[in-house]
């Protein structure tokens, strides 16, 4: 499965974005998909991960992200409201096997990531 992300950009603090997750090749309902971020300067970290209609959120995040995945269409989505300084970085999507999945090594195939900033 090749993952390509797209939706990145910049907006103000409080603002929202959408960041899609474009995957070509079969079965990809079939895997666990997550999303990371990296800030400068920081290691990668969890965001969010979604398998079957289970989610799971980064604390920092609850209640104003909202991963989501769409199988017909192949995406998955990462619906960011309420933006803060502190979520810029490069997000990049993933997919896996396992679950829970809240760390890089449960995931095999990545995307190219998206910058995401957000102005104060």
């Known amino acids: 499965v090749q993952l390509v992300e797209s939706g990145g950009g910049l907006v103000q603090t409080g603002g929202s974005l959408r960041l899609s997750c474009a995957a070509s090749?079969?079965?990809?309902?079939?895997?666990?998909g997550g999303w990371f971020r990296q800030a400068p300067g920081k290691e990668r970290e969890f965001v969010a991960a979604?398998?079957?209609?289970?989610?799971t959120y980064t604390d920092s995040v609850k209640g104003r992200f909202t991963i989501s995945r769409d199988n017909t269409k192949n995406t998955m989505y990462l619906q960011m409201n309420s933006l803060k300084p502190d979520d810029m970085g490069v997000y990049y999507c993933?997919?896996?096997?396992?679950?829970?999945?809240?760390?890089?090594?449960?995931?095999?195939?990545w995307g190219q990531g998206t910058q995401v900033t957000v102005s104060s």
């Open positions: 090749g079969r079965n990809f309902e079939r895997y666990v």
């Open positions: 979604i398998s079957g209609f289970t989610t």
């Open positions: 993933a997919v896996g096997s396992r679950w829970p999945a809240t760390v890089e090594d449960a995931y095999i195939n």
